[in-house]
Structure formats: C-alpha cells, structure tokens
C-alpha cells in the first residue's frame, strides 16, 4: 500500500490510522498493523495482504 494514499472510511468519512489488529485461524494468533477507523473500528485489509501472506500462513497451518 502506498504511504501517501490516505484511506477514509466509507461509513464515518474518518481517515483509516494504523492500528495492531490480531487474527485467529486454526487455534493460532498472530498480529498485524492494519488501517482501521478509529470512530467505528472498521479494518481494511489489503488484497495484497490477502493473496500473499495470509494466503501463505493459512497453507502453512492447514498442512499441519
């Protein structure tokens, strides 16, 4: 994601600011920094993120 490009919040009209957002898959935790609204706490997680590193740890998990 681009540092410059600033992400608002289609609900609040807020700008989205980094905050450390964790996630739960298969029993495992692990934490990420993601843009999120700080009036309503709605994250947005990047398609990047998704197809790749998610997408990976996911694998990883399920080949256990």
Same mark, same amino acid.
């Given at each position: ?7 608002? &919040?289609?609900? /609040? %009209?807020?700008?989205?600011? #980094? ?17 999120? &609204?700080?009036? /309503? %706490?709605?994250?947005?997680? #990047? ?18």
């Amino acid at each position: 994601m681009a540092e410059d490009r600033k992400l608002i &919040c289609h609900r /609040c %009209g807020v700008e989205l600011v #980094p905050v450390k957002t964790f996630f739960n898959y298969l029993g495992h935790n692990f934490n990420t920094e993601l843009p999120a &609204c700080p009036k /309503c %706490g709605e994250v947005f997680i #990047p398609e990047s993120l998704v197809r790749g590193r998610m997408t990976a740890v996911e694998q990883e998990l399920e080949d256990k």
